[in-house]
């Protein structure tokens, strides 16, 4: 059985190299027989996708995407001074 840390590397260097996700910003621990995904990302569908990504790397495993949306705003009014 592989060590989970070298998973986690295995894991991370998938969503860092699939031309899908390319995302250096999620941190995955495994615990088990399970892998989680925290971080955050700017919709539902890339938390899918990057689940789905770190699925296909640990096949086995069962992720909990604890991955959060945050709301991307465009820039506000200008402050005058």
């Given at each position: 059985m592989e060590a989970p840390q070298y998973v986690a590397a295995r894991v991370q260097r998938a969503l860092a190299e699939d031309e899908r996700t390319n995302e250096l910003g999620i941190r995955v621990d495994v615990r088990g027989e399970q892998l989680f995904l925290r971080g955050?990302?700017?919709g539902d569908e890339r938390r899918a996708l990057i689940a789905d990504v770190a699925s296909e790397a640990a096949?086995?495993?069962t992720?909990?995407?604890e991955i959060t949306v945050m709301e991307v705003r465009g820039p506000g009014k200008?402050?005058?001074l």
């Open positions: 955050q990302v700017p096949p086995g495993l992720v909990r995407n200008e402050e005058k």
